[in-house]
């Protein structure tokens, strides 16, 4: 089992910044690729940003390249979301999603442990 909880989210004007966090327990991450989905009202649950524990390398949905920044901290065991220039389409709750596969896979139904999820609200 692995654990995870976010935080960070809230209101923010457009074209500001937000830092997500995603703290991770409950077993080694090593092996597992750690992901941020997000959903808007309304729409499916759709992948945001991703990355390998392991040696760190990153993907992105075309809507954030360039604009959201994921890194990991493995002292602390925690994966960080930097979201910057932000747009009122944004707005979601943004969930932190854990998996174990090899490649990379952005369906939100191969991740296998979630948290709860934080809302993130842009304003015009």
């Known amino acids: 089992q692995v654990q995870l909880v976010e935080s960070g989210g809230g209101l923010v004007q457009a074209g500001g910044s937000l830092r997500l966090s995603c703290a991770a327990s409950?077993?080694?991450?090593?092996?597992?690729?750690l992901g941020w989905l997000r959903q808007a009202p309304g729409k499916e649950r759709e992948f945001v940003a991703a990355i390998k524990w392991s040696g760190g390398s990153t993907i992105y949905a075309d809507s954030v390249k360039g604009r959201f920044t994921i890194s990991r901290d493995n002292a602390k065991n925690t994966v960080y979301l930097q979201m910057n220039s932000l747009k009122p389409e944004d707005t979601a709750v943004y969930y932190c999603?854990?998996?174990?596969?090899?490649?990379?896979?952005?369906?939100?139904?191969?991740?296998?442990?979630w948290g709860q999820g934080t809302q993130v609200t842009v304003s015009a």
């Open positions: 999603a854990a998996q174990i596969r090899l490649g990379w896979s952005t369906a939100s139904g191969t991740y296998d442990y």
């Open positions: 409950g077993r080694t991450l090593g092996r597992y690729t």
